[in-house]
């Protein structure tokens, strides 16, 4: 199918794709890239006595250490002279609240942090030879401009179904490749590789949707066979166009029992602001982190968290997301965008967080355990996805944060997330 991008032209206007630029209305029936790792910023030690928070070192901005060519220049992040007194961030009694954080009957409150999450940024797998198209128009498809695949990241529980899910397509329009065929790997726990086979992508409506993706040409829908099926942990697929080697990949998360879940925002939440991103379409550079933000995600992914990033953003952003995030020494987690071309605002981005949460709160039978946000869109979601509100924090955000708290800063939610039981694996 063939679709064209509408969200250019919010570039220099308001707020761009998945920013707030609306009023939100509640319904009430309602290409991967390997740039290897990054720098992971110094995280308090947790100690075994969960009623003593630790008296962490405000840390600079850990996202600019990451040494690439897109990064933005420091100059860039938030001026932390304009940083809100950390007195009002979030009272440190409401910034980790251990009795809802988790049932602590399933947690281990000994040692200093669980095992660093896996990257799954190791050396790409070697595909077969390229082959000759399938199709005569493929070779006008390709010449569009350059691919823009993007896998779908899955959280699955152990007797779910599993699913390979990735979209191919080309240039600014994202034309589909279809009827072209693909070779499939995995990165079994982000370590070794092996190769589970090939499949064709489709055209419109080919395939049943799967995991809510609905089939609008150009995808691959590959269930993993019982002889290779994924155990709990973080597995990576890469996907090999065979005629031309471009590739997208796949996070899929198998959560055991007891796992636990975080969630944020991006736009406006972790980058500097909600339209920051857009300058990188016009060659500018990529947004900065907001001061503290790693430190206080990575405290949390180290007490054994997955961190979910879920952003309103158009899908074809999804392989960029995970860009920043590395970028940025963001924990390493899934990223889910919104399945359309031109992203939301308003009510569309809420209906998008509420869905998305509440279908992972049945897949895990309870609420995801903290949230980040800046609007009203967020804290809607959150509430009604059941995220408490002493564990849903909001960056600077004035308006009606239904009971969440007000984050001024980072910095200052970095040792009281640190305490409290680990979750690990």
Not at 172 to 200: P, Y
Request: net charge negative.
């Amino acid at each position: 199918m063939k679709r064209t991008v509408v969200c250019l032209g919010l570039v220099l206007g308001v707020a761009a794709c998945g920013g707030e630029a609306a009023p939100v209305q509640v319904d009430a029936g309602m290409t991967a890239v390997d740039t290897g790792g990054s720098a992971i910023p110094d995280i308090p030690e947790i100690e075994p006595d969960a009623g003593q928070p630790v008296d962490a070192p405000i840390t600079q901005d850990a996202g600019n250490a990451s040494d690439t060519g897109n990064a933005s220049d420091t100059g860039n992040a938030s001026d932390s002279g304009n940083v809100s007194d950390a007195g009002n961030a979030s009272d440190a009694g409401n910034a980790s609240d251990a009795g809802n954080a988790s049932d602590s009957g399933n947690a281990s409150d000994a040692g200093a942090g669980c095992v660093w999450p896996p990257r799954c940024d190791g050396a790409a797998p070697t595909p077969s030879p390229t082959t000759s198209w399938r199709n005569l128009t493929t070779r006008l498809t390709v010449a569009l401009g350059g691919p823009r695949h993007r896998g779908r990241d899955l959280f699955l529980r152990e007797g779910d179904p599993q699913w390979a899910i990735g979209k191919f397509a080309y240039g600014a329009n994202d034309d589909d490749l279809n009827e072209e065929d693909v070779e499939i790997f995995l990165q079994r726990n982000c370590s070794t590789w092996e190769r589970l086979g090939e499949a064709r992508t489709t055209r419109d409506n080919q395939h049943a949707a799967v995991e809510g993706v609905t089939d609008n040409g150009g995808f691959v829908f590959f269930q993993i066979p019982p002889s290779a099926r994924l155990g709990v942990g973080r597995h990576r697929v890469r996907f090999v166009v065979r005629g031309d080697h471009s590739v997208a990949d796949q996070l899929i998360e198998v959560l055991p029992a007891n796992g636990r879940v975080v969630v944020t925002d991006v736009d406006g939440t972790l980058t500097e602001s909600e339209t920051a991103e857009w300058r990188v379409l016009l060659g500018g550079s990529s947004p900065a982190v907001n001061p503290g933000g790693p430190e206080a995600l990575w405290a949390l992914s180290r007490r054994g968290f997955t961190i979910f990033y879920l952003t309103a953003r158009p899908e074809w952003l999804t392989t960029r997301t995970h860009e920043w995030v590395r970028e940025r020494a963001l924990p390493p987690g899934l990223v889910h965008t919104m399945l359309n071309l031109t992203g939301a605002t308003g009510t569309p981005a809420f209906n998008f967080k509420r869905d998305e949460l509440n279908a992972l709160r049945t897949r895990m039978g309870r609420p995801v355990d903290y949230g980040f946000g800046n609007t009203d869109t967020d804290a809607l979601a959150y509430e009604a996805a059941g995220i408490a509100p002493s564990q849903s924090y909001y960056y600077r955000f004035t308006g009606d944060r239904r009971g969440g708290q007000l984050n001024n800063d980072y910095r200052a939610l970095v040792a009281p997330l640190s305490m409290g039981p680990l979750y690990c694996r």
